[in-house]
């Protein structure tokens, strides 16, 4: 069946350093990619979001990239501060027969100070 | 109002019991989905409302039975629940079926 992968499945960072997060997908037809912050005991949190048109998209420290043709896309979070702390969930959206959304495995990143 | 509002926070609840899970929105969203999820593990998609009306069931059990009284209101009736079905119970709802905004869940748990 579609699946995503994503790596790595726990990073730690420095405070201040850049954390990068990797999506790989298999269904050629997701064209809608979002990621999701959870802290604990809260629901995920949309925190940036890319569509198939876009090669990459930018919000503050955080960016998003996306290469179609590889089906790789990538989080990219710079200057971390403790607060990044959280897990990060990828997922790619289809709707070609049908709505369709596939999770990545998440990624816990713990940020130090 | 950006917020997505569930309810209870926490539920216990017995293999023989009946209960509900509630989940209200008021951003005008036409689309709202049921999503469970287990620890450490992504969300899994149960069931998704488009204009009030089920659009997608994920091969859920029936002892799960959603329900959309409204634009802005969203249930999920729990009959003959197995221990194996608690889980973190998230809510969501998008404008169209893209930006979810999810709600904080309910941690069920069944004894």
């Known amino acids: 069946g579609e699946n995503v992968e994503q790596h790595p499945s726990t990073l730690s960072v420095q405070e201040g350093d850049s954390a990068v997060i990797k999506c790989t997908y298999s269904?050629?037809?997701?064209?809608?990619f979002p990621w999701y912050k959870q802290e604990l005991g809260k629901g995920p949190q949309l925190i940036i979001d890319?569509?198939?048109?876009?090669g990459e998209k930018k919000d503050q420290r955080i960016a998003v990239t996306l290469n179609k043709t590889a089906k790789h896309f990538s989080l990219h979070i710079t200057e971390t501060q403790p607060e990044d702390s959280a897990v990060y969930f990828c997922?790619?959206?289809?709707?070609?027969?049908?709505?369709?959304?596939?999770f990545g495995a998440g990624t816990r990143l713990f940020v130090k100070a | 109002d950006t917020e997505v509002t569930q309810t209870p926070k926490h539920l216990v609840m017995g293999m023989t019991n009946k209960k509900s899970l509630k989940c209200e929105q008021h951003?005008?969203?036409?689309?709202m989905y049921w999503y469970k999820q287990k620890a450490k593990k992504p969300p899994e998609l149960m069931f998704v409302?488009?204009?009030?009306?089920?659009?997608i069931n994920e091969s859920v059990p029936s002892r799960f039975s959603p329900e959309c009284p409204n634009s802005s209101l969203l249930n999920l009736h729990l009959h003959a629940l197995q221990p194996e079905d608690s889980a973190l119970y998230l809510c969501?709802?998008?404008?169209?079926?893209?930006?979810?905004?999810f709600g904080p869940g309910t941690r069920l748990t069944v004894t």
């Open positions: 969501a709802s998008s404008q169209d079926m893209d930006e979810q905004y």
């Open positions: 269904d050629s037809a997701s064209n809608y």
């Open positions: 890319i569509r198939s048109n876009v």
């Open positions: 997922a790619a959206v289809s709707y070609t027969g049908g709505f369709k959304t596939i």
């Open positions: 951003m005008g969203h036409r689309a």
């Open positions: 409302y488009s204009y009030e009306k089920l659009s």
